[in-house]
């Protein structure tokens, strides 16, 4: 019989934390898993360096030719034979106690379609690391829907706190749901939560803290941010979630805009602010008022626009006003 659960890697260019990664997986008290890497192309040895590390323990499997993210991740899943798979990203660490404790919490929800955890965010040398988002990301904890969808969706609808590597899914669901998006590049793993709550399947929440995920400079990443094409994605996701909640009573019409998009890239504009990047953070406020004019006198938005004018005060303003925000859970998580 095959084992119950997969740790699907995919991956591309690892680097050094492809061990850190592997260890804590061959570290799991519940062992009943399959250990798969799916190689997109890398250039840097990962393939080689995973057998070395992992023995015959792992499976790894390459594309040709690349696929993509989207691509790569439904690789994963096709690939899996067991009932259960985790997309773990090369980077990432995980507890001794993850797996078996996932296991438990799916066994007692049947409707589910996958269960996710805490996580928390670690620097590249792999040392706890603390930042507004991760505070943010907290208050979501402060209670659980449980089986109520719609409670789900909407909590989604205001910001994306589930990390994805943090979770299990049932292979099935993710067949059946559609696997995900292929032309999307950071809102993926967001947009196939919302697609498998409108199937009419479930989500555990697991408070334990089981996962560690990587937070390090990404240079596509960085890109994005100051080209605005994540925000673009982001957009056009949740204006689609929209329409789809509000046909499947999913959401209610009171929910016209998500605060999601406002607060990413407010945040990423106060850490433009700081690093003196002045035409970035004109782009980004341009790019709302083009793209996002409902947002445009949002209060938050107002204030920022006024404060960042005002130069080493401003800055220590805003700088202020995100840790209250972040304090209290200011900023739409409340709903």
């Known amino acids: 019989m095959p084992p119950i659960a997969t740790f699907a890697i995919p991956c591309r260019n690892a680097g050094a934390h492809l061990r850190p990664l592997l260890e804590s997986l061959l570290a799991q008290t519940c062992q009943d898993f399959d250990l798969l890497l799916v190689d997109d192309g890398s250039s840097d040895g990962s393939p080689e360096r995973a057998r070395e590390i992992a023995g015959d323990r792992i499976v790894v499997h390459r594309n040709d030719p690349s696929r993509g993210i989207g691509g790569n991740w439904n690789r994963c899943v096709e690939l899996a034979r067991t009932p259960y798979v985790c997309l773990a990203h090369h980077d990432d660490v995980y507890e001794p106690r993850y797996l078996e404790t996932m296991l438990a919490a799916l066994a007692a929800r049947p409707d589910a379609g996958f269960a996710h955890c805490r996580a928390f965010g670690i620097d590249a040398d792999g040392v706890a690391q603390w930042s507004p988002a991760e505070g943010f990301k907290e208050h979501f904890w402060k209670g659980s829907p449980g089986t109520d969808r719609a409670a789900h969706y909407e909590r989604l609808w205001r910001g994306n706190f589930i990390v994805c590597p943090s979770i299990l899914y049932r292979t099935e669901v993710v067949r059946a749901v559609g696997g995900f998006r292929q ?144 304090r209290f859970g200011l900023g739409g998580v409340a709903g």
């Open 183 to 326: 032309d999307l590049g950071f809102a993926l793993d967001w947009e196939f939560t919302f697609r498998m709550l409108r199937a009419g399947f479930g989500i555990v929440d697991v408070p334990e803290l089981l996962m560690h995920y990587r937070r390090h400079g990404h240079a596509a990443t960085a890109a994005a941010n100051a080209n605005s094409s994540r925000f673009t994605e982001e957009l056009a996701v949740l204006r689609e979630v929209r329409a789809e909640g509000l046909a499947t009573g999913l959401l209610h019409g009171r929910h016209e805009v998500s605060p999601a998009v406002r607060n990413n890239l407010l945040h990423e504009a106060l850490a433009d602010l700081h690093a003196r990047r002045f035409q970035s953070v004109e782009h980004k406020l341009a790019f709302l008022r083009a793209h996002a004019p409902e947002l445009w006198s949002d209060p938050y938005v107002r204030v920022f626009r006024v404060l960042w004018r005002l130069g080493l005060p401003g800055r220590w303003a805003l700088t202020a006003g995100r840790l209250l925000a972040v």
